[in-house]
């Protein structure tokens, strides 16, 4: 069973609940892979604390112009959608961070003047949270294209009863490669007219990606009974609530689980887990593969 | 002209809150919204739209299936895993290639080379672009629809729209309000602007984001602030990051107390400094007129 948190906007909760749930689930004994897929602000380990087992650098590539073969005829750069190949005059400009590696530049030269080399984009991290696998994505400072990343931690999933996978904020690029394929998304929201706005983006994003998903909502008690009503009104479900509380904002900034030093919150988290698991069943191990092997984001 | 951009590296630690209220007491200012994957600056600035525009960002390829020979060319090229051979028949091949649009990122490598002619890649609209005027001044902004590709253009559109405005109407100040992380939308706001302001909050995981937002700031080139929002619910962490911005070189320009009444002030849809007086505002209007100095300079 794959699940993801996401949520429209950021700071509503995502990793607090991948987190704990993460913990309750691999206490109550099923086998749990933690892939945090946020890869621009990865923050699940602040409170798994993993001990990392090794890494690896995720490569991308990118173009390399022999600028002795190179007759300046202007096609890579007529052919580049994304604006990171620009031939001036007799210049020929990469932007690496622009590039999305398609490799269409150098099959369109005529001379054979680009090759592609290998940029490292970032790393993946692998390692374990007591028995919990736990892997996450750190994208270098600099690079715009994250979706090879999530891709590359999700490619580093080892089988498990659950794969929990911690979703970026929003609702494009990286967020869209991380739940693509996920048997259940759990969207997280806040009480308020901003959490709101950023659910409904959320729940669109889901419909058009087809997806199966339920609502959480944290922080009950702030704001109003909007992102409630609008539940009712589309017939959404609500897996659970959490009460807006010092104490767990107080947890979260020393990075400590609510699950392991509050009992109340363990039973919310256990709850939560055991509809998660109702809803999508246990019926078969997820397996590591889960997405196909792919070319641009060798590990 | 100076440009300020607000981020904060993670989300929820009240870019959008703070902005709001320093748009207030900076007014005339243009305000952008670049955060167009979840923006939320309109609903505590109400902007009347004056003018509404198409984003073409996306891109549709298709296969036709009449045309395709299932020769696979477009499979082999293609380096997203989009294209696979699940396609309606024809009368000469069993099945036809056709394109997955949610894997498909519109490179346009399968168009280019295939040898039948048989794939067609046209523009998509897929989000729109506002420019409004609000009680605080002029307001770009924009949405891209959910599931959407090409965040960084569409903020790019916004920002060059609001300098125009800004150099036109003789406006000093624009406030940029950015989007979380470190990734494409957010580096496609930082280049050419002046001022980063960063919102942190006194937690490890705000710790941890501030420093990688701070550094490719830095990068950028950018004139660094720091402000330290909901400062009073880790006292201990807020030195801590006072210490980490001293150790880093960036001015910490204001703290920002937790208060409750930011959240309703969202709920009426106000700006805290429109909505309260005293408490967290004292501390917003000390963070404006520290930002309001290093502005002029």
Redesign the interface.
């Known amino acids: 069973m794959k699940i993801a948190i996401a949520s429209g906007k950021g700071g509503t909760g995502k990793t607090t609940i991948a987190t704990n749930l993460a913990r309750v689930a691999s206490d109550k004994g099923q086998s749990v892979a933690y892939l945090d897929c946020d890869v621009e602000e990865p923050n699940g380990h602040i409170f798994l604390k993993p001990e990392i087992e090794r890494e690896q650098s995720v490569i991308s590539l990118i173009p390399e112009v022999d600028e002795g073969k190179c007759i300046h005829c202007g096609k890579c750069g007529e052919f580049c959608r994304y604006s990171a190949i620009v031939c001036i005059r007799d210049k020929v400009l990469v932007y690496p961070e622009l590039c999305h590696s398609c490799g269409g530049c150098a099959l369109v030269c005529p001379t054979g003047a680009i090759t592609e080399r290998q940029r490292q984009t970032g790393v993946v991290q692998i390692g374990k949270s007591d028995s919990i696998d736990f892997v996450h994505g750190i994208s270098d400072l600099g690079v715009a294209v994250t979706p090879p990343l999530v891709r590359a931690v999700k490619k580093s999933a080892p089988s498990a009863d659950i794969i929990i996978i911690d979703a970026p904020p929003g609702t494009s690029c990286p967020v869209i490669e991380s739940v693509r394929d996920v048997d259940y998304v759990v969207l997280v929201a806040e009480p308020t007219p901003f959490g709101l706005n950023d659910l409904k983006l959320a729940v669109e994003m889901c419909r058009t990606l087809g997806l199966r998903f339920a609502v959480v909502v944290n922080r009950v008690g702030i704001g109003d009974d909007r992102v409630h009503r609008y539940c009712k009104d589309e017939g959404l479900e609500i897996l659970q609530e959490f009460p807006d509380d010092r104490k767990i904002a107080q947890a979260y900034s020393q990075g400590m689980l609510a699950c392991e030093i509050y009992e109340d919150y363990r039973e919310l988290f256990l709850q939560l887990l055991d509809k998660i698991n109702n809803i999508v069943g246990l019926t078969k191990k997820s397996t590591s593969n889960l997405v196909k092997e792919d070319s641009d984001a060798g590990v | 002209m100076k440009e300020i951009i607000v981020i904060s ?5 009240g870019k ?1 809150s703070i902005l709001a209220s320093l748009a207030v007491l900076a007014k005339p200012v243009v305000v952008a919204d670049c955060d167009v ?4 600056l309109h ?1 505590l600035l109400s902007p009347e739209v004056l003018e509404s525009n198409d984003f073409l960002g996306g ?1 549709k390829v298709e296969i036709n299936p009449r045309l395709c020979t299932a020769c696979g060319k477009c499979a082999e ?1 293609c ?3 989009a294209i696979s051979l699940t396609g309606v028949g024809n009368e000469k091949v069993k099945a036809t290639y056709q394109v997955d649009p ?2 498909c ?5 399968c168009v ?2 295939c040898p039948e002619k048989a794939i067609e890649m046209t523009d998509a609209v897929n989000g729109r672009w506002f420019v409004s005027q609000c009680r605080v001044g002029p307001m770009v902004h924009a949405r ?6 090409n ?2 253009k569409l903020v790019t559109i916004v920002r060059n729209r609001a300098r125009e405005i800004a150099s036109k109407e003789h406006i000093e100040t624009i406030l940029v309000d950015g ?10 706001s930082l280049t050419g602007a002046d001022i980063a302001l960063i919102i942190t ?6 710790l ?2 501030m420093k ?2 701070a ?2 700031a830095g ?1 950028f080139g950018l004139e660094r602030y720091l402000c330290i929002n909901k400062w009073d ?2 006292p201990e ?1 807020t030195e801590q990051i006072n210490e980490i911005a001293k150790e880093m070189d960036i001015s910490v320009l204001g703290k920002v107390r937790y208060d ?1 009444a930011i ?1 309703q002030a ?2 009426e ?1 106000l700006s805290a400094i429109e909505y309260i007086t005293g408490g967290v505002c004292d501390d917003i209007r000390q963070l404006w007129s520290e930002l309001a100095d290093v502005i002029r300079g």
């Open positions: 590296g993670k989300g929820g630690t959008t994957d979840a923006a939320d609903l891109a090229l380096r997203f895993d949610i894997a990122e519109g490179c346009g490598v280019y080379f891209l629809n959910p599931a959407e590709e965040s960084g989007a979380p992380g470190v990734g494409c939308p957010v580096i496609a909050e006194p937690t490890l995981s705000g941890h984001d990688r937002v550094e490719l990068h619910i880790n962490l409750s959240t969202q709920v849809n």
